[in-house]
C-alpha cells in the first residue's frame, strides 16, 4: 500500500514553493501574463529554472535535481494553487521524458542540461484538427527526401509553442509515428495564438515543406509512440496534482468569502446550500490530490495498475476542477466574474486542463482498454 505522506524535504519543498508563487506572481500578475504577454514570462521562468525546478525530473548526471515523482507532484500542487504560467509541465516533464526514454547519448547530452536550465524551452507538438491524445490521431506525415524528412500539415492546441525554442513534432513514416526535434524558427515553420476562453497559452503550429535533418529523428523511425506514451503517464500525473492544488485553492477562496458575506444577517456559510457547494469543492480537491499521489507513487515505483491509475486521476481531477469552479461561482454570484477578484483564471484553467492530455471521456475509454473490458 502507498505511503503518500511527505517527507520533511518534500514539506520544505512544498513551503518553499508556495512562498515563491505567493511573492514572486500573485493573481493579477497571472492575468497580466495570460492577457498582455502571451502566456509567458521571461522573468518568471528566469526565476523558476534558477531554483532548480526546470529539471527537477532530469537526472543529476545530465545537470538535473534527479527529484522523484512524488518531489514533481508536490511542486505542481502549489504551482497549480496560482496558476503560475511556466512551460514546466512541456519543457521539464514531457519534452525530458521523451529524451530520456528515446533520445541518443548524444542528444541527452546537448538537450538535457540545457532543459534541465531553463536555457532551452522544448514544446510538444502531437494534437492535430482532428483532436485526439492516442497514436491514431497522428495524421500528420513526414516524408523522406533528398536524404531529410519534410514535414506538411497543421498540429493545434499546441501548449508553450509561442516561447519554445525546439519542438519535439510527432509526425506519421511507415507504420508508425516518429519524433522530429525542430527549431521554432525552422524556414516554412508559422506559430500563431489560438483565441478562445482558455486559461493556457494554445498554438496553431503549420509546417509548410520544413526539412529536418535525420540526426534530428529522436529514437528509431516509426517506433516513438513507445517514448511518448510513458512520458504522457508522467505528465498526467503531474497535470492532476496541478488541478488538484488549483481546485483546493478555489476552496480557500470560496470558504473566505462565504465566511464574510452576510446575508439576512449572517455569513452565507451557513446556509446549507452554501455549505452543500462547499462540501462538493473540498471533496472533488481531496480526490484529485489523491489519486494523483498515488497514480505518482504507481509511475515512480513500476507497481501494477500504474497506467489505469493516471487514468482515473485524471477522469476526476479534469472533472472536479470543472465542478468545482461551477459550484464557486454560485455561492460568489456576480463578484466570482470580477477580473480584479481572480476566481475566473481558475474557471479558465478548468477548461482548458479538462481537455489537455486526454479529457474523461478519453481516460475513461483507454481504462476499459487496458483493463480488457
Request: with cysteine.
Amino acid at each position: 500500500m502507498a505511503d503518500l505522506a511527505l517527507t520533511s524535504e518534500q514539506e520544505l519543498l512544498r513551503n518553499t514553493a508556495r512562498d515563491f508563487v505567493a511573492r514572486e506572481c500573485s493573481l493579477a500578475d497571472v492575468r497580466r501574463i495570460r492577457e498582455r504577454e502571451g502566456g509567458f514570462s521571461r522573468d518568471l521562468w528566469t526565476k523558476v529554472a534558477a531554483l532548480g525546478w526546470a529539471g527537477i525530473l532530469v537526472p543529476q548526471e545530465h545537470d538535473g535535481e534527479g527529484g522523484t515523482l512524488t518531489d514533481a507532484a508536490v511542486l505542481f500542487e502549489e504551482l497549480g494553487r496560482g496558476l503560475l504560467p511556466v512551460p514546466l509541465l512541456s519543457s521539464g516533464v514531457l519534452a525530458a521524458q521523451i529524451v530520456l526514454q528515446a533520445g541518443s547519448d548524444e542528444q541527452q547530452r546537448r538537450l538535457l542540461p540545457a532543459i534541465a536550465s531553463g536555457d532551452m524551452i522544448v514544446a510538444l507538438a502531437l494534437t492535430e484538427p482532428d483532436y485526439g491524445w492516442d497514436e491514431d490521431h497522428v495524421q500528420m506525415r513526414a516524408v523522406e527526401r533528398d536524404g531529410s524528412y519534410v514535414l506538411d500539415g497543421t498540429k493545434r492546441f499546441v501548449v508553450d509553442a509561442g516561447c519554445a525554442h525546439q519542438l519535439i513534432v510527432v509526425a506519421r513514416t511507415g507504420d508508425g509515428v516518429s519524433l522530429f526535434l525542430v527549431p521554432s524558427d525552422a524556414p516554412g515553420l508559422h506559430i500563431e495564438p489560438m483565441s478562445g476562453f482558455t486559461g493556457d497559452a494554445l498554438f496553431d503550429v503549420s509546417f509548410d515543406g520544413v526539412q529536418v535533418l535525420p540526426e534530428n529523428l529522436i529514437g528509431a523511425s516509426a517506433r516513438g509512440w513507445a517514448a511518448i506514451e510513458p512520458a504522457l503517464d508522467i505528465a498526467t500525473a503531474l497535470l492532476c496534482a496541478y488541478a488538484a492544488g488549483a481546485t483546493r485553492r478555489v476552496y480557500e477562496m470560496t470558504m473566505d468569502y462565504a465566511a464574510q458575506r452576510e446575508q439576512f444577517g449572517q455569513p452565507i456559510a451557513r446556509f446549507q446550500r452554501v455549505q452543500d457547494r462547499l462540501i462538493d469543492i473540498v471533496n472533488a480537491g481531496d480526490v484529485a490530490r489523491w489519486t494523483a499521489y498515488e497514480a505518482a507513487w504507481k509511475l515512480e515505483h513500476g507497481k501494477p495498475g500504474a497506467q489505469e491509475t493516471v487514468s482515473v486521476a485524471k477522469a476526476v481531477a479534469s472533472e472536479g476542477f470543472y465542478q468545482a469552479c461551477e459550484a464557486a461561482h454560485h455561492v460568489h454570484a456576480g463578484i466570482g466574474s470580477d477580473k480584479a477578484y481572480g476566481l475566473y483564471l481558475y474557471t479558465q484553467s478548468s477548461r482548458s486542463l479538462y481537455h489537455h492530455l486526454g479529457d474523461p471521456a478519453f481516460h475513461r475509454r483507454r481504462l476499459a482498454h487496458l483493463l480488457s473490458l
